[in-house]
């Protein structure tokens, strides 16, 4: 939850350009992060009306947009310039999206004043208001195919967001204190090319098999995070700041985090069998599953905010999104085609065994094998400019995630989510 990580990575801004459907360049993303607004304010705009229609009332994302410059420009601050040049681009490119519902994407009641009264990130609640209102939103991530021998189609490249950032203001406990993140899952298929042949050369076997055909998946699927406030701790209203902080504490709760990468290579050929006239040809057909990727990750945990600094610096749990775990190998099928002669030497199962053991170990070798030239790589860029950016945009980690407080008054803690 919240708003995951800092906008300096550039990494982000494609996958939150697909989100907002514009080409916005880092110092816009950092004006509007750096704005806040009231909700009352943006209700009190002519283009949204009043409080309940701002919460309750699907709007046009235009005119939210709209509403959030004009609201920013009677605040009179030249620090909101910035925001207000990038939320011109947006209104530039805001016609083919979709109404939304600001109480639905956030979480807020109509008539919630606390939440109507607190200062919230605009990034967070455009961002969060579209995500919500398109259901289910592409992503499209680029560069997977960078730098990788041996890649060919990758025939899905998107990410199914299925829920926006949220903010949550209650007393601990109740339904009103509960905020949920953003899921995240999808499938890729990867088809490889140019594979490598497997050569052949123990005991009595010797020849060259070629790997004819190899396809891939990536299944992707970044559970959400849900945080409600609790007691005890009881709610601590200070003075806002370092010497006498506010303090609550926020339970957060999982869903199942993973992804895996799995690519089937089929190996086809012909191998000699023995010497002299006791050789034989053999014909040679398997396939071979190697498989890695991640767990669900560590549980959740009770956190403990505290304003300042959680307002601005989020406490994380769960763990960074990345690839773990070598290549587990699997043979799907196999057979070797052969009628061997007798003198010998080798039965037939232990000539198939050692065949397959030799094919898995060609292919997941520590050097030139397809493990290390295609396999590794492609998951590395899987991890940089897909998973990471993708998890920091919408505040996902692993089995947790990154939570901020917005403020706190007293009876009524708010925290986003």
């Known amino acids: 939850m919240g708003r995951g990580g800092p906008l300096g990575d550039s990494s982000l801004l494609g996958p939150l350009n ?112 579209l995500a919500a209102a398109n259901g289910r939103r592409a992503l499209e991530i680029p ?16 990410l199914g967001v299925q ?45 060259t098999l070629q790997t004819t055909k190899a396809t891939g998946s990536l299944t992707l699927n970044l559970g959400g995070a849900t945080g409600q406030l609790v007691s005890p701790p009881p709610v601590t209203c200070g003075g806002g700041t370092s010497a006498a902080p506010d303090t609550f504490t926020v339970r957060v709760g999982t869903s199942l985090a993973s992804y895996r990468l799995v690519s089937d290579v089929r190996v086809r050929g012909k191998v000699s069998v023995g010497t002299g006239s006791l050789k034989v040809d053999a014909l040679v057909d398997l396939t071979v599953r190697l498989s890695m990727g991640t767990g669900s990750g560590p549980a959740g945990a009770d956190v403990p905010l505290s304003i300042p600094p959680n307002d601005t610096v989020p406490r994380q749990t769960g763990g960074a999104a990345a690839l773990l775990g070598p290549v587990v190998p699997q043979v799907l099928t196999s057979s070797v085609d052969v009628s061997l002669p007798l003198g010998l030497g080798i039965g037939l199962g232990a000539l198939k065994a050692g065949i397959v053991d030799a094919v898995v ?57």
């Open 143 to 158: 560069n997977l195919q960078m730098g990788v021998p041996g890649i060919g189609n990758v025939t899905s490249t998107s």
């Open 163 to 207: 829920q926006g950032l949220s903010l949550a203001c209650g007393t601990p406990g109740s339904i009103e204190s509960r905020a949920t993140s953003s899921q995240v899952d999808g499938t890729m298929d990867i088809d490889f090319a140019n594979l490598p042949s497997v050569g052949l050369d123990f005991g009595l076997v010797k020849g």
């Open 361 to 417: 170990a060609d292919l997941t070798a520590a050097t030139g094998g397809f493990t290390v030239k295609t396999l590794n790589p492609l998951a590395a860029n899987i991890d940089q400019y897909l998973v990471g950016p993708v998890a920091r945009l919408l505040g996902l980690r692993l089995a947790g995630a990154d939570v901020y407080a917005v403020n706190a008054v007293c009876a009524n803690p708010r925290l986003t989510g």
């Open 18 to 129: 697909g989100l907002l459907g514009l080409n916005l360049g880092l110092l816009g993303y950092q004006g509007m992060a750096q704005a806040d607004l009231r909700l009352a304010q943006l209700a009190a705009e002519p283009r949204i009306g009043s409080e309940t229609r701002l919460l309750s009332s699907p709007i046009a994302y235009g005119d939210l947009v709209q509403a959030s410059i004009d609201a920013l420009r009677k605040e009179d601050d030249p620090t909101n310039e910035a925001a207000i040049q990038a939320l011109g681009v947006l209104l530039g490119a805001s016609a083919g999206l979709p109404a939304v519902t600001v109480g639905q994407a956030l979480s807020i009641a109509a008539g919630d004043s606390a939440a109507l009264d607190t200062d919230l990130n605009l990034l967070d609640v455009l961002a969060g208001s």
